[in-house]
């Protein structure tokens, strides 16, 4: 017998499922349209990038800086992607044989993470055709993925609604008029945005669901954890920002001492921090569903842990 649970959560996850189909897109025919990329157009906006903070740079320096940005924006994406989806998948089991309209949400979810990591490896390899060789991302996604499944799953979809909900900020950043703006990367903010908006509805509903669950003395461990997650992120970010800003010195075709390389890498890790960290944690709806979830001191905690990241 099939069962299909009538409850409101159960309308959620039907709803978030007829809104993917509505807004169901491919890789290919949809985002790239046989464009290409070129350095004449900046890919990501200032207000993610924060170019105001790359002080000693010329317009076209800062330019060249968005472009290093967007290409580490695909790779960072690929690779919180990875955890994401293993963590659905995983989250899937608990809707086996309960309410189908969940099941069939997640198992969306995952096909729709497979299809981003497709298109972030797709504008990767783009971007890697118009701007200068020696660029490097070398932080290994499954590695992180398997460091971060290590933790409990109250912490990891913390992480992912966090994640999912800063996709929207994004969007919004990449439509301020700017005439600049490379229109393919554009599209690649509307239609990621388009799918995370289903994703991050589906994060709240799990993680509520999955809050029920857990004891007070596991949320308190979890709410450590999700810190230390946090941390982890900090570190990838701190690895890139050194890498791009190393990137930037070898390839802008002008001398860069050691005082502006590192001023230029301070720049780097501000923008990162700003783009996979706080344009999250205060985003209102996070702040309004994890306040709902902990108490105030576990939110000073992570409050306290935000604050030395700066
Ligand atoms: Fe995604
Ligand atoms: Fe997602």
Not at 240 to 251: H, P
Request: glycine share 4%; hydrophobic share 45%.
């Amino acid at each position: 017998m099939t069962a299909i649970v009538t409850l409101p959560e159960s309308q959620r996850y039907a709803r978030s499922v007829e809104a993917s189909k509505r807004v169901h897109w491919e890789v290919e025919a949809d985002v790239i349209r046989g464009r290409r990329f070129d350095t004449y157009h900046k890919f990501l906006p200032d207000g993610l990038t924060l170019s105001h903070e790359f002080s000693t740079l010329s317009h076209a320096e800062k330019r060249f800086v968005s472009q290093i940005q967007g290409r580490t924006y695909a790779n960072v994406f690929g690779l919180v992607e990875r955890f994401i989806n293993a963590k659905v998948l995983e989250l899937s089991a608990a809707h086996w044989f309960g309410d189908q309209h969940a099941l069939e949400a997640l198992v969306g979810f995952s096909d729709q993470e497979l299809k981003h990591q497709e298109l972030f490896r797709r504008i990767d390899t783009m971007i890697g055709e118009v701007l200068p060789p020696g660029y490097r991302f070398d932080i290994d996604a499954n590695t992180v993925a398997y460091a971060v499944l290590g933790k409990s799953t109250w912490a990891v979809l913390a992480l992912t609604l966090d994640i999912e909900l800063f996709t929207q900020t994004h969007y919004l950043e990449s439509i301020d008029h700017d005439a600049n703006l490379s229109e393919l990367f554009k599209d690649v903010f509307l239609f990621h945005w388009k799918e995370e908006s289903q994703h991050a509805i589906l994060d709240e509903l799990e993680l509520v669901r999955h809050n029920g669950e857990v004891t007070d003395a596991q949320r308190d461990r979890a709410v450590d954890e999700f810190i230390e997650l946090v941390a982890a992120v900090d570190g990838i970010l701190q690895t890139q920002a050194k890498a791009d800003a190393a990137y930037f010195a070898a390839t802008c075709r002008r001398p860069v001492d050691d005082a502006e390389r590192r001023d230029i890498e301070a720049a780097f890790l501000k923008a990162y921090r700003w783009q996979y960290i706080h344009s999250g944690a205060r985003q209102p709806h996070f702040v309004k569903v994890l306040t709902g979830l902990i108490t105030h001191a576990q939110g000073e905690r992570i409050q306290s842990a935000l604050a030395t990241l700066q």
